[in-house]
Structure formats: structure tokens, C-alpha cells
């Protein structure tokens, strides 16, 4: 098989499977919107779960950033890219969730490469939870040491696997909040087997790090757990983009060798970390409070009123609310009747959920009006019969 004929072999086999993936050049816009082919649309697929994305006092402060320090930051951290903003930044951070350290990313899909890729070597084990997020399970299967699933959100069977002899160590991965089914890892159970396993925890809070939590301070601070290795990402709640490492001295010390992805790459740009630092406040404010208070009640009612459709409604309380179809062409049909009605949601397909769970992947946010959120359940009552 040559080049040609392997690569359009892969595309028809996905077109084949309807489980071909597109982009679409959308407009983002305040409120929760879209804008697309002139029309604005309510936007139910983001991850931009508090709005900040949109915030006056995180635009200014990239803007302000911009005309400090230029837009680039003009080189790797190692070199000449590491500016106070960055190291205001990881202080800040640190802080606010207890850890002596905090190393900025650029991303957190690199993060999760990095600190699996420095860490592991071939004589060890990793233990991942089996829903765990496309970054971890491929850093994991890429690494030198043996990748070990667990079954999902089960800490016996954590367990089990940990008592397994080993010559070298392990590490557990799991997640906070579940990118495609929006549940909560038992952190707790989590950490109690990782520590009677003298493993070393890592816990990817992508999507609970500032919606949830005292000061939006995430899942672990909801479970009252101190991860060895926490993984925070600034796509989602902060509404940006970029990832932080809170870790310990020596271990920060050591990522600071080791991990390729901060040696061998551009850092942030010093203005995105400004922006960071302005997300960072408002979440830990009484705003940020109010904010994540708003979207509880949008989670409530719309799990009350979506109860009442005959629809598979996952089993989580958080702003990831998945509606479970099953069959890739009625999601996708599904979602191309919500459109019909100015609802963008995004039919989620294997083979980023397991094959028969395609879904539409719901998502509440504070941007969302109360009205929102009743028009986003008649939509789907419509689309459904
Ligand atoms: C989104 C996400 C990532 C990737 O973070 P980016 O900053 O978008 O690269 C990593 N882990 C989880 C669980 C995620 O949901």
C-alpha cells in the first residue's frame, strides 16, 4: 500500500463509520453565542464554564500585557522567555492551591506528555482510569513503562492492580471531573489506595479547576486531597488557554530538567500569562463565587427539566451534561435537529467515547441566561419526538 492509498483508506473507513470529524469556523461571542453563516446561535458545546473567556477585566489585561511586553514571549523559559508575568503567575498559583510549586504549560494535552514522558521508565507500572483523556492515555502508552487501565472511577480495583509486584514504581492517573461523562473521580478512595501503594498521584483537574471548589480551587479541594502531581488547564474555566503543574521543590526542579516540552518549546506568551493572573482573580472572588453559584442553578434546573424527556441523562452534577444515544447517525441527527432550532451542540462520537456511547455532549455555563437554559430543554423535548 502506498502513501496515497493508505491515507484515503483511513478517511473512508471513518466516513464509512460516520465518525468523520469536521471543523467549522465559528465566532465567539459574549452571552454564551456563536456566530455562524450571519446568525447567532447559543453556544452548548464550550468549555468556557464561568464566561470568562469574554470578561472586560481579562481582555484589558492581555491587552495591557500586550503593550508591556510585546506578544511574544520570544523563547523557551530555559532561555529568554520566562518574564516576571510568568513568575507572578506560578507564584500565584501555588498559592492559591497549596503547593510549594507551579510550571506553566503551553497546553495541557503537552503538559500531561511532558510529566509522564520525564518521569517514567521502562521497569515501571502506570494506572490510569480507563475514561482518562486522550493526552494521558496516549503519554502513558507512549512511555517506556507498562500502561495498566483500571475500570472506571472503581478504587478496588485501583487496588488490586497496585498490589501487583513490580521491580520499579507507579504512578496513578486519573481525572477530576470526566471530560465526556462530566463525573467526579473518588478522589479520596483514589488517594488513600495510591498512598497504601506508595504510588505517586496525578490528578488532570481540566474540567474543575475554577467551576467547583472553595474559591473555584476544583475537585481536589471538594475531596480535601493533595495530589502529588496536579494537572490544571486554562481552557476551560479560565477561559484561555495554556496548563499549570502544582507539584512539589524537587519535583518542579526536576520537570525543569527533564521535561522536554518546557526545554524544547516557545513559552506562553508573557501577555497570556497577564490575562491568566486577571482569570485567576476573578475566580477566587466573591464574583467568581457568584458565578459558579449561577451555574449550579443552570446544572439543577436543567437536569429537573430534562428528567421529564425520554432521554439518557449521564450521572453527572457538573456543567458536562452528556445525553447518551448510542448509535453515531441519530446522534449526529439529533444535534443536526437542535441547529435547525439555533442550538449548537456537538454530537460527540468513538472513537473519543467508547463505541455504541456516541452523545451529544452538553455543556452548561455561567454565560447562560435562566431563559437559557428552558429554551435549550425545549429544543431537545422538540428534537426528540
Ligand atoms: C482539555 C483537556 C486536556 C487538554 O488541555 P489543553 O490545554 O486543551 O491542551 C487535558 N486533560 C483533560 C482532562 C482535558 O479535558
Known amino acids: 500500500m502506498n502513501w496515497q492509498q493508505r491515507i484515503d483508506r483511513a478517511l473512508e473507513a471513518r466516513r464509512a463509520a460516520q465518525a468523520l470529524r469536521g471543523r467549522t469556523a465559528l465566532q465567539p461571542l459574549p452571552g454564551g453565542r456563536i456566530g455562524y453563516q450571519g446568525k447567532i446561535w ?13 470578561h472586560p477585566a481579562v481582555i484589558r489585561a492581555w491587552q495591557q500585557g500586550a503593550c508591556e511586553y510585546g506578544v511574544g514571549s520570544a523563547g523557551s523559559g530555559h532561555v529568554t522567555g520566562y518574564s516576571p508575568a510568568h513568575q507572578g503567575l506560578e507564584a500565584a498559583l501555588a498559592e492559591w492551591l497549596g503547593y510549594p510549586r507551579a510550571l506553566l504549560f503551553i497546553s495541557g494535552f503537552g503538559a500531561n506528555q511532558a510529566v509522564i514522558g520525564a518521569l517514567m521508565a521502562k521497569e515501571d507500572r502506570i494506572l490510569a482510569d480507563r475514561l482518562s483523556h486522550a493526552s494521558l492515555l496516549e503519554a502513558a502508552s507512549l512511555s517506556p513503562a507498562t500502561l495498566r487501565r483500571f475500570a472506571h472511577n472503581d478504587s478496588g480495583a485501583l487496588g488490586a492492580l497496585l498490589a501487583k509486584p513490580l521491580s520499579g514504581q507507579q504512578l496513578v492517573v486519573t481525572e477530576g471531573v470526566f471530560s465526556m461523562d462530566g463525573d467526579s473521580a473518588p478522589l479520596a478512595d483514589i488517594a488513600r489506595e495510591s498512598q497504601r501503594g506508595d504510588a505517586l498521584l496525578m490528578v488532570d483537574d481540566a474540567h474543575g479547576i475554577g467551576a467547583t471548589g472553595a474559591q473555584g480551587r476544583g475537585s481536589c479541594q471538594l475531596a480535601g486531597v493533595r495530589p502529588d502531581l496536579q494537572v490544571v488547564t486554562f481552557g476551560k ?11 512539589s521543590e524537587s519535583m518542579a526542579d526536576y520537570l525543569l530538567q527533564f521535561a522536554r516540552h518546557l526545554i524544547y518549546s516557545t513559552a506562553m506568551p508573557p501577555a497570556q500569562a497577564m490575562a491568566l493572573g486577571a482569570a485567576l482573580q476573578v475566580i477566587r472572588s466573591d464574583e467568581g463565587a457568584a458565578l459558579r453559584g449561577r451555574l449550579e442553578g443552570h446544572i439543577r434546573t436543567f437536569r429537573e427539566q430534562v428528567a421529564g424527556l425520554p432521554l439518557t441523562l449521564g450521572s453527572s452534577a457538573t456543567a458536562i451534561q452528556p445525553l447518551i444515544i448510542g448509535d453515531n447517525q441519530q446522534a449526529l441527527a439529533l444535534s443536526q ?13 468513538p472513537p473519543t467515547v467508547p463505541v455504541g456511547t456516541a452523545r451529544l455532549r452538553i455543556t452548561l455555563t455561567a454565560a447562560h441566561s435562566d431563559d437559557d437554559i428552558t429554551t435549550l430543554v425545549a429544543g431537545l423535548a422538540h428534537a426528540c419526538q
Open 237 to 247: 474555566a479560565f477561559g484561555v488557554s495554556g496548563a499549570a503543574v502544582l507539584c
Open 42 to 54: 447559543l453556544n452548548a458545546a464550550s468549555n468556557d464554564y464561568l464566561g470568562l473567556s469574554h
Open 337 to 349: 435537529r437542535l441547529r435547525e432550532q439555533g442550538l449548537w451542540v456537538t454530537a460527540i462520537r
